[in-house]
């Protein structure tokens, strides 16, 4: 078992890090560093032995947090950013539908379920699109650009992943 990351190196996480329990000082479950934010590799360790866990500084939030290799990817690697992430509220920018058929309004608000990387769609390849569950409907593939935040919504940023792993959330 080989660190793909060494110290200093820059990474980029790829999910949402929320507390599992051990990165003192806020609340389990609390989201701690958002996908696709860069930290930098402070120190490798493993965890129950089978497992290579990094503390990763994260500048911008200054930050150091325990992340597994699995939830990381090298700063230099190639990235899409997104709009939403899972469970945020959006709103659909205009009616969608499908075989000449309305099936959500425009305005409906629904949730993003999952978020696509590098989706095809109508408009273009390599693009963001989402799973969107709208209430009463089933769930639809929708491009980013259909999509804009529910009025009164916040970005949710609510995905699993975890921070601290064998004490190097602190």
């Keep these: 078992m080989r660190p793909e990351f060494d110290y200093?190196?820059?990474v980029r996480v790829i999910r949402n890090v929320r507390?599992?329990?051990?990165?003192?000082?806020?609340?389990?479950?609390?989201?701690?560093?958002?996908?696709?934010?860069?930290?930098?590799?402070?120190?490798?360790?493993?965890?129950?032995q089978d497992q290579i866990i990094y503390s990763v500084h994260f500048l911008d939030s200054d930050r150091l947090v325990g992340c597994r290799e699995e939830e990381l990817q090298s700063a230099d690697a190639p990235w899409t950013p997104s709009l939403f992430e899972f469970r945020d509220k959006v709103a659909a920018k205009i009616a969608l539908g499908?075989?000449?058929?309305?099936l959500v309004e425009q305005g409906e608000v629904g949730e993003v379920i999952k978020v696509l990387r590098g989706a095809p769609t109508a408009e273009s390849t390599g693009s963001v699109a989402y799973h969107v569950h709208f209430p009463g409907r089933n769930t639809l593939q929708v491009p980013e650009s259909a999509l804009e935040p529910a009025p009164e919504a916040e970005p949710a940023a609510?995905?699993?992943g975890t921070a601290g792993a064998a004490g190097l959330g602190g």
Excluded: K, Q
Excluded at 98 to 102: A, D, K, L, T
């Design 158 to 160: 609510e995905t699993a």
């Design 19 to 48: 507390n599992d329990g051990t990165f003192p000082g806020e609340d389990t479950g609390r989201l701690l560093v958002r996908r696709g934010s860069i930290g930098y590799v402070r120190d490798v360790g493993t965890f129950l």
């Design 8 to 10: 200093g190196d820059a």
């Design 98 to 102: 499908s075989g000449g058929r309305v």
